[in-house]
T-cell receptor
């Protein structure tokens, strides 16, 4: 399958622990942010999104935090499971008129040890 | 609900040739975006189609072109293939063109140019 994790920053966690994946975004005009999970041989899978008028949003086992002051986004995964092993990308949209252009970060490889 | 499907899954072409990649959008989605993902990198925006017209384009040369059909399916055409065009080509569909709804990706077409 696709080796999407080649030469990426890697986060290694023990099964059951919480994971925190960080992302610095580039444009202060960005108003919409998404986290994607990409497993080997597959396309990116939507995890959670957040708009710039919020600073926190929770999903099932995942939480996204947005700090617009320092242009920082994080994804927290609770009780990390082996199935969470993948490459995680943050993506930003720079606002109206950008015609749907998402700008992706470089990605972080999450490795979960059983 | 049918997800985004892409064909073919893998393709090998020779430098200078032309290629057409196909995508069927998720049911109910009227917007299709194409991305190029080089090995170990995040996806890069090529262009987006909405109501059969190009609705935004990334930093790709004119030999990258596309079409969207009345049923919202789409094609990506690349002429005069170069070795650097070797990548995973991802199609994503969404509802609306504003860029403020999540893109749902297919599993991509892996193109190898020799």
């Amino acid at each position: 399958g696709e080796n999407v994790g080649l030469h990426l920053p890697t986060l290694s966690v023990q099964e059951g622990d919480n994971s925190i994946i960080n992302c610095a975004y580039s444009n202060s005009a960005s108003d919409y942010f998404i986290w994607y999970k990409q497993e080997s041989g597959k396309g990116p899978q939507f995890i959670i999104d957040i708009r710039s008028n919020m600073d926190k949003r929770q999903g099932q086992r995942v939480t996204v935090l947005l700090n617009k002051t320092v242009k920082h986004l994080s994804l927290q995964i609770a009780a990390t499971q082996p199935g969470d092993s993948a490459v995680y990308f943050c993506a930003e949209n720079i606002g109206r008129g950008s015609q749907g252009n998402l700008i992706f970060g470089k990605g972080t490889k999450l490795s979960v040890k059983p | 609900e049918t997800g985004v499907t892409q064909s073919p899954t893998h393709l090998i072409k020779t430098r200078g040739q032309q290629v057409t990649l196909r995508c069927s959008s998720q049911s109910g989605h009227n917007t299709v975006s194409w991305y190029q993902q080089a090995l170990g990198q995040g996806p890069q925006f090529i262009f987006q189609y909405y109501r059969e017209e190009e609705n935004g384009r990334g930093n790709f040369p004119p030999r990258f072109s596309g079409l969207q059909f009345p049923n919202y399916s789409s094609e990506l055409n690349v002429n005069a293939l170069e070795l650097d065009d070797s990548a995973l080509y991802l199609c994503a569909s969404s509802l609306g063109r504003s860029g403020n709804s999540p893109l749902h990706f297919g599993n991509g077409t892996r193109l190898t140019v020799t």
